[in-house]
């Protein structure tokens, strides 16, 4: 089972990106899973940015990042994706996808048992 985050690169402030994280393996390895990306920055430890549960029709922003971005999944696809609007310096960090071993969302760190690789997001100013 794997997380195979996707999507990151060079940016400019204001603008945006779409990260995705799509899971490998046989049949839909996540679909009764809650996801969630989270970011690490240079120095900093992992923080959560934002989560979605099983069914999609429930998510949770952290307050740096609410308004700007958007999480989302397609169940079909076991695919998760975090659109990111309006893009700041301050979210230049690795951002990581991860599977939560229940549905719901989830803050904490704890809460996820399965970890992509993680995708480098850089906003320059």
């Known amino acids: 089972v794997q997380l195979q985050a996707s999507g990151g690169g060079l940016v400019q402030a204001g603008g945006s990106l779409r990260l995705s994280c799509a899971a490998s393996?046989?049949?839909?390895?996540?679909?009764?899973?809650?996801m969630g990306w989270f970011r690490q920055a240079p120095g900093k430890e992992r923080e959560f940015v934002a989560a979605i549960n099983w069914r999609g029709r429930d998510t949770y922003y952290s307050d740096s990042i609410k308004g700007r971005f958007t999480i989302s999944r397609d169940t079909a696809k076991d695919t998760v994706y975090l659109q990111m609007n309006s893009l700041k310096p301050e979210d230049t960090a690795v951002y990581f996808c991860a599977a939560a071993r229940r549905a719901g969302t989830y803050v904490d760190l704890g809460e996820y048992a399965y970890w992509g690789q993680g995708t480098l997001v850089t906003v320059s100013s």
């Open positions: 393996g046989r049949g839909r390895m996540f679909s009764n899973n809650g």
